[in-house]
């Protein structure tokens, strides 16, 4: 299993998420930089984890306010595969975020407005060639309640929604509970395990509450393809070693 690092981006630094409140979120201090600079951090994820990818979460642009696509560039700049949340809901936004360098264009139930788009999206992330960025759907959770950028996502079952996406192209899906961000509490599985019984072929990618080494082996474990992690990195409870886990 692998663990990917986590960057929340607001204002042009790094922040620490916590809970999902987002405006409360303050610049992040971490024992990979000095600083909060983005970059730097990235530098770090690469250098001194050995990490080749990282998730970049442009909160700006997830809440319509700006963007972070120079920050993007730089940190795929450094060899790092990109995983960008940017809150794409349209072709035309997948295909910027592509062009800003991502290699994996996260679309976030949060802002997605209607299940017919992700074929469109999923296509523009893949582009002409068909060998663009790939396209995960993220179910964005909060206290178990999946977000929605419409009443009608917001409204549907999970599963379906990723059935849905599964049709329209999409075989990644990462499973978050923006509560967790942060908390330590450990991560929220049980929709994560409804997910794999309605798609079992698929790429599951848990997000939110790790605490350490027995919360990814038990990820690990239970089958799950990779683990976003944030806090616990920028903490140094979990170094280079622990990035990659078997089951």
Known sequence: MRVVPVLDLKGGVAVHAVRGERHAYAP?????SPSADPVELARGFRERLGSDACYVADLDAIAGTGDHGAVVQAIAALGLSVWLDA??????????????????VIVGTETLRDVRDLAAIAGAARGASGVGADCILSLDHREGRLLGGSPAVAGA??????????????????????????????????????LRARLPDAEIVLGGGVRGTDDLRALASAGY????????????????????VSS
């Open 28 to 32: 992040v201090k971490s024992v990979l």
């Open 87 to 104: 809150g794409v809901a349209t072709a035309d936004a997948a295909r910027r975020a592509v062009s800003n360098g991502a290699a994996r």
């Open 157 to 194: 079952e999970a599963t379906e929604l990723a059935a849905a996406a599964w049709t329209a192209g999409i075989r990644a899906f990462i499973v978050l509970d923006l509560a967790r961000v942060g908390a330590g509490t450990g991560p929220e599985t049980e929709p994560a395990r409804q």
């Open 225 to 244: 393809q990779a683990a976003l992690v944030g806090t616990v990195l920028h903490t140094g409870v979990l170094g280079a070693e622990d990035l990659i």
